[in-house]
C-alpha cells in the first residue's frame, strides 16, 4: 500500500499499473497503425471519385479523405479554391 496518499488502498501496486499500463499502449499502438491505408493510390482515387459524385455526402466524404479534415471542418461556409486557381501563373514559375 502507498502511504501518504488518500484512498491508499484503493491505489493497485506499481507493477500492476505498469502491467496495465504497458498492455493499453500497445492496443493503442496495434489500433493506430492499422489507420495507414494499405493502398494510398487507391485510396486516393475513391477519394476523387467521391468529389466527382453528385450527392453532397459522398463529396463531403471525398473531401474528408483527402483533407484529414473532420465534418464539421469541411462543410463550413466559405469560397473553396484549389491551390492551383489561387495562385497566379507567376508565383507558380
Do not use: W
Not at 497503425?33 to 466527382?52: G, M, N, V, W, Y
Request: hydrophobic content about 35%.
Amino acid at each position: 500500500m502507498r502511504f501518504g496518499q488518500r484512498f491508499s488502498y484503493l491505489a493497485l501496486p506499481p507493477e500492476e499499473t505498469r502491467s496495465i499500463n504497458a498492455a493499453y499502449h500497445q492496443s493503442i499502438h496495434r489500433d493506430q497503425s492499422s489507420l495507414i491505408p494499405p493502398e494510398p493510390e487507391a485510396f486516393i482515387h475513391k477519394a476523387l471519385d467521391l468529389l466527382s459524385s453528385d450527392r453532397y455526402l459522398e463529396k463531403g466524404m471525398g473531401l474528408m479523405a483527402l483533407t484529414g479534415r473532420r465534418p464539421a471542418e469541411t462543410r463550413k461556409n466559405g469560397p473553396r479554391t484549389f491551390v492551383a486557381k489561387r495562385l497566379s501563373k507567376s508565383s507558380i514559375v
